[in-house]
T-cell receptor, first 116, second 113 residues
Framework: ETGVTQTPRHLVMGMTNKKSLKCEQH?????MYWYKQSAKKPLELMFV???????ENNSVPSRFSPECPNSSHLFLHLHTLQPEDSALYLC???????????????FGPGTRLTVL | RKEVEQDPGPFNVPEGATVAFNCTYS??????FFWYRQDCRKEPKLLMS???SGNEDGRFTAQLNRASQYISLLIRDSKLSDSATYLC??????????????FGTGTRLTVIP
């Protein structure tokens, strides 16, 4: 399935590096999400964009910076990360509620991030 | 308090067995409920939505009890390919543009030959 794609699939970075994660959805959705999944923890919602506007930021540290240039693309810019930020970062998309009541989110394959 | 609670398992069952997973949620305003499946090192994928009247999809049956804030998933005639982690998911009950979901930690199922 290629509805939601993410690049890179794996990333190793040092604490002083700057990198970006990219997500693209081909489903015609207008809401996009970033989640963090750490071992033995539930998915943690980081950011939500609806109609290209950020509507949710769950107290995420400023070293994570999202960008949503259009409804099909979402980025997560990373800088000065910590080793505890190592996790699987998942992007998801869904229809916005203005399109009708559908809450199903479709996930990309994720970027497995390791911070050294 | 966790928004969604699940028994993490693991559940190890023989092929052909029936297995049931349970989940409770804390937000009485939640309106949408789902079971997602996540294979090892893969992304979560929607297994089925859960409706108040209960719903069935082949070997999978989902039930919702709003009064008890309880959701269940029943898998009949387990297959080896059912081995995965099953995530209980509920929405936050708000009506903002996007659909905020809360995920449980998941229940790990292994079906044994």
């Amino acid at each position: 399935e290629t509805g939601v794609t993410q690049t890179p699939r794996h990333l190793v970075m040092g604490m002083t590096n700057k990198k970006s994660l990219k997500c693209e959805q081909h489903l015609g959705h207008n809401a996009m999400y970033w989640y963090k999944q750490s071992a033995k923890k539930p998915l943690e919602l980081m950011f939500v964009y609806s109609l290209e506007e950020r509507v949710e930021n769950n107290s995420v540290p400023s070293r994570f910076s999202p960008e949503c240039p259009n409804s099909s693309h979402l980025f997560l810019h990373l800088h000065t990360l910590q080793p505890e930020d190592s996790a699987l970062y998942l992007c998801a998309s869904s229809k916005d509620r203005t399109s009708g009541r559908t809450d199903t989110q479709y996930f990309g394959p994720g970027t497995r991030l390791t911070v050294l | 308090r966790k928004e969604v609670e699940q028994d993490p398992g693991p559940f190890n069952v023989p092929e052909g067995a029936t297995v049931a997973f349970n989940c409770t949620y804390s937000n009485s305003a939640s309106q949408s409920f789902f079971w997602y499946r996540q294979d090892c090192r893969k992304e979560p994928k929607l297994l089925m939505s859960v409706y108040s009247s209960g719903n069935e999809d082949g070997r999978f049956t989902a039930q919702l009890n709003r009064a008890s804030q309880y959701i269940s998933l029943l898998i009949r005639d387990s297959k080896l390919s059912d081995s995965a982690t099953y995530l209980c998911v509920v929405n936050d009950g708000t009506w903002t543009g996007a659909n905020n979901l809360f995920f449980g930690t998941g229940t790990r199922l292994t079906v044994i030959p």
